[in-house]
């Protein structure tokens, strides 16, 4: 079982910057790969961003040149940097850790954008 939480969710105006933090509790932090999701209201999950122990990482479009993240395995941390932030990136963003088919889901933090 791993136990992610999450921090640094608020409100923040359209153009502004947020970082997110997520905290794993595992003794093989590095065997996952960790990533961010979110979920609007009335919409389906979706991947945000992903990193593999190593630093290789994927991000979803919309998120692309705006979001960075990034892991600290020493202090199993997985962080998202978050830049130029719009209206629509107004979401609950879930940290999520996988390892083959098994996921584990942070209780998400919610992340506001309007003026």
């Known amino acids: 079982q791993v136990q992610l939480v999450e921090s640094g969710g608020g409100l923040v105006q359209p153009g502004g910057s947020l970082r997110l933090s997520c905290a794993a509790s595992t003794s093989f932090f590095r065997s996952y790969i960790i990533g961010w999701y979110r979920q609007a209201p009335g919409n389906q999950r979706e991947l945000v961003a992903e990193?593999?122990?190593?630093?290789?990482?994927n991000y979803g479009d919309p998120v692309k040149g705006r979001f960075t993240i990034s892991r600290d395995n020493a202090k199993k941390m997985v962080s998202l940097h978050m830049n130029n932030l719009k209206p629509e990136d107004t979401a609950v963003y879930y940290c999520n850790a996988r390892i083959g088919s098994t996921y584990y889901w942070g209780q998400g933090t919610q992340v506001t954008v309007s003026s």
């Open positions: 990193i593999r122990d190593g630093g290789s990482s």
